[in-house]
């Protein structure tokens, strides 16, 4: 919501965005483009910017703010986490540390004999998953067409968008990309050289690409029957982000590993690998594998908070009737150019019979909604799961309008080219 009365910076006439803006293009690496705003604070699903403008998040740092901005249970426990200790190496330990592995190997039912890989982003989680493949004496992993798994270069050559890797060629080799949500080519890609399939439960970043709810267990079956490892990638679904702590338990699979950030810290920089079972969490042993800040007692106190007020405040239950509330509306509002809304819980994307999303996520935020064009014809919302129903509606309330101007620019544009 464009408020421009709300904001501490409402008074001041001079553009405080532009002239950060300008001093961002002068100061920082060029590799994001030109940032869309420049932000000052939030509270729940709130965000304002510095010149006092008022957005209803709908992005949530994509799928990182969890709790939504400024939310108490997690600024008290960095306040007080930090006041003890921020950091310590992993030469030493913390109860913050230990007991967040705990919550998580307990939230995702993993077996006795499963652990905890603390790193501190969602790309190192996946980096420590292809360590881990390594160490089955294999080198093949299978990964899937559409697939995003991280920047840093193992991670890379998982992730599919050869604008992503082609830049930084050669990357790791023995990485094979199957189509998505097509079992026959998995089957047919797993031999006996592949250590590990990873797979997102659900593609994020190719869209929210939902596959047939049989796909994981085929995956299961088929990495079983090979003797290789299934990695689920869990960095965007988990968390709660799909109604369910993680979403490879909505297929009653357990998987071999599973990589997980964004949520887990609420903002806070944390990301994790968790091995099931004894036999997989035995493979990196002493030495193999480490980290600096991994884990260290400000995140791990973070992601701790993040954890418990989840299962407190019931946000499992919240976020599948928010996310079904909000997949209905937007389709109940029956506008031609809505085909329809993918994904589970707060993990959404509005489908466009056009290449619209661009324009619609403009117009979005000069209403002020954030929101993100996935894709040409995807709108991807991934909100803090605290959002509410009524804040739902205001944004399907104003989407006809935003559609429809949406359609009028992107025309328009194409008329001039
Ligand atoms: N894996 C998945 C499924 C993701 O969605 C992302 C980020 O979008 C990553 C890995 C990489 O995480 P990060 O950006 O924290 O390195």
Redesign the pocket.
Known sequence: MADGATGPGAAASAPASAVMLQRYQRALLGVFGVPQLVLDHGDGAWAWDVDGRRYLDLLGG??VNALGHNHPALVTAIAEQAARMVHISNFYTSAAQVGLAEKILAVAGAPEGSAVFFAN??????EAAVKLARRTGRTGIVAAEG??????TG?LAL?HKAAYREPFAPLIPGVTHVPYDDVDALRAAVTEDTSAVVL?PI???AGVVVPDPAYLVAAREITAAAGALLVV?????GVGRTGTWFAFQQAGIVPDAM?V??GLGGGV?I?ALVTFGPQTSHLLTAGQHGSTFGGNPLAAAAGLAVLDTIERDGLLDHVTEVGNHLAARVVGVGHDAVDGVRGAGLLRAVALTGPYAPSLAVLAREAGFLVNPVAPDALRLAPPLVLTTEQVDLFVDALPGLLDAAIDLSTRSKEQI
């Open positions: 994509i799928a982003s969602g790309t190192e989680a996946v697939a995003f798994h991280g920047r840093t991670a992730t997102e593609q994020g970043e990638d869990e960095i965007q679904t990589t950030a964004k920089p990301g």
